[in-house]
């Protein structure tokens, strides 16, 4: 089946509901006008189209392999990543001072969501890219600035972000990598670092890694982590890749999904390297990369419910199976009650969480041409929960997407499971959606709630502007905006374990009144009369009422989680 990349839908957000004019309105991104925006997003839809979708299924039959050091990876790949490098792809935000177009994040994200829609596998490899070029000039010198930038922003280099270890997972303080200072303003990077995306290719020149390890005088824990930049081949006078360094691919992962991006264990022995921002502060530039990482992937997860919906519609609307339940059926699946109730859920929560990414990047927007602290606080608010709500839609998507095909998705050559294979991971990495909620009620409530009240202030608002006349649609999405706003008080006044024990459910309560309330824009627009206002009211009257049992549950404290014993939870 053709994939079909949704620009409309990317339009329509952009011209309706996400307030994208505000953007434009700013001094920075002036030029990112909606003639600007309407080609850029028709020319990468094409390019999603015709270049990274015919990979896709290479990517999974044909995965990434490791032979003697070196990597191969899957049919086509290394064509299409360089046509994506050609047209500019890598580095829509990038600064144009070293060749990037310096265009806003939105537009990157929603360019991102079709690229992972049509591709999950090889759109990885640009996203850790974007993540680096992001970290080097918030962080590095002018000298690596020069000298990594154009490269990176080209495609004719790749990035990646090496964090995790054996024994340092979530817990980022407990790693071992070290580095000793080499004399010459260069280090010793040695150290063992797992789960690297993309960690090696054979299309890019270079492999250009970022690396936490300590000095000898770091101090424990992530105060004392220092960040370091270790390309797989030194680069030489002219700037060029020259000597190998000391540090190589031992291994690739054997994964669930995500076949054809390669997933290394990467070994450093005394590698040379040099210092990304000041010593013992590599958190915090680490974090500039994670940050935008984090939307990134809830954007792969958006996309690749996108591929799976696609997939299992063009399905329905062929396979014939059963009776038609009315008069003047198609004869096929899509007639019966209870495909239809599967794919109108996976498209109204399609839209709900691609909604919530949009805005949270229009906020990104505003905070860096603005400065303006509340646009910051916001995007810091949305981040969390466009990265959980967006992976989690990719999940529960694709599985429906199986579902649908019946027998048929429990088959490989469908290519249905793919997606549920290829998703599953966004949950966990960049932060498990467990931490991401964990954040939401901890580091993003010490305003004492202030960036989530004004949130709550915009829905209110907006649902009572329209009460008059969308009193069906208006009144619940008020109604569940005051049960949200009871749950945070009550989460702002708790003890951070209380708030950890209901912080998942309370993340998803949020996002189903957000999806609700983009879902009564989304009807505004359109004068409660068309296609995506009876999605609305698809979305408001089936599945936001489900905010309601989340938020009971978020408020219920940690007490009964510990009730049971380790034993007892052990007994048969």
């Known amino acids: 089946m053709p994939f079909r990349a949704p620009v409309s839908e990317f339009q329509f957000l952009f011209e309706n509901v996400i307030d994208f004019a505000r953007v434009t309105e700013t001094e920075r991104f002036a030029d990112a006008d909606s003639d600007v925006v309407d080609a850029i997003l028709t020319e990468a839809g094409r390019m999603c189209e015709e270049v990274m979708y015919p990979v896709q299924r290479n990517g999974d039959l044909q995965g990434a392999v490791l032979e003697n050091g070196v990597v191969r990876t899957s049919p086509g790949f290394g064509d299409a990543y360089r046509k994506v490098a050609e047209g500019g792809w890598i580095s829509t935000s990038a600064g144009a001072e070293f060749g990037g177009m310096g265009l806003p994040h939105a537009i990157t994200t929603a360019v991102n969501e079709m690229m992972a829609a049509a591709c999950l596998s090889l759109q990885l490899n640009p996203l850790m890219t974007q993540g680096q070029i992001e970290a080097l000039e918030h962080h590095s010198s002018d000298e690596i600035k020069a000298l990594y930038l154009p490269k990176l922003i080209s495609g004719e280099w790749s990035g990646t972000m090496n964090l995790t270890e054996p024994a340092a997972g979530s817990d980022v303080g407990a790693l071992r990598s070290k580095a000793e200072p080499n004399g010459d303003g260069t280090y010793a990077v040695s150290g063992q670092k797992i789960y690297i995306s993309w960690g090696d290719n054979d299309f890019t020149e270079n492999v250009c890694h970022l690396v936490l390890a300590r000095l000898p005088d770091g101090a424990p824990g992530t105060k004392g982590i220092s960040l370091f930049m270790v390309p797989k081949f030194l680069p030489d006078d ?38 990304i921002g000041a010593a013992h502060d590599g958190m915090r530039a680490m974090f500039t990369m994670m940050n935008n990482a984090r939307l990134g992937v809830g954007g792969q997860g958006i996309g690749t419910a996108e591929g799976a919906y696609q997939h299992a519609l063009a399905y329905a609307l062929e396979r014939k199976q059963g009776r038609s339940p009315f ?40 905070g860096t041409a603005t400065g303006d602290k509340d646009w910051k606080a916001r995007a810091a608010f949305l981040t969390p929960i466009a990265k959980a709500f967006g992976t989690d839609t990719g999940i529960a998507v694709a599985e429906t997407g199986v579902q649908v095909h019946g027998g048929m998705g429990f088959i490989e050559e469908t290519g249905a499971a793919q997606y549920a294979r290829d998703v599953r991971v966004t949950a966990i990495y960049e932060g498990t959606n467990g931490i991401q909620s964990m954040d939401l009620v901890g580091r993003k409530l010490m305003d004492g709630g202030e960036a989530a009240y004004a949130l709550l202030d915009e829905i209110e608002e907006c649902a009572e502007s329209v009460r008059d006349n969308m009193a069906d649609l208006a009144e619940p999405v008020w109604q569940a905006t005051e049960t949200l706003r009871e749950a945070t008080e009550w989460m702002v006044t708790q003890e951070m374990n209380e708030r950890f024990a209901g912080s998942v459910p309370f993340l998803k309560g949020f996002a189903r009144v957000l999806g609700g309330y983009f879902h009564l824009r989304a009807a505004i627009a359109e004068q409660g009369n068309g296609p995506r206002s009876k999605l609305a009211r698809f979305y408001i009257t089936r599945l936001l009422p489900e905010h309601a049992g989340c938020l009971a549950h978020a408020v219920q404290g940690a007490n009964d989680l510990y009730a049971l014993s380790p034993e007892e939870l052990g007994a048969v």
């Open 238 to 275: 002219t700037g060029a890749p020259g000597v190998a360094n000391n540090l190589k691919v031992v291994s690739l992962e054997h994964k669930l999904g995500l076949h054809g991006s390669p997933t290394a264990v990467m070994q450093y022995d005394g590698a040379t390297g040099w210092l």
């Open 327 to 366: 008069e003047g059926g198609t004869g096929t699946i899509m007639d019966h009650a209870d495909v239809r109730r599967m794919l109108t859920t996976m498209k109204a929560e399609i839209y709900a969480a691609r909604a919530i990414e949009m805005s949270c990047a229009v906020a990104i927007d505003m």
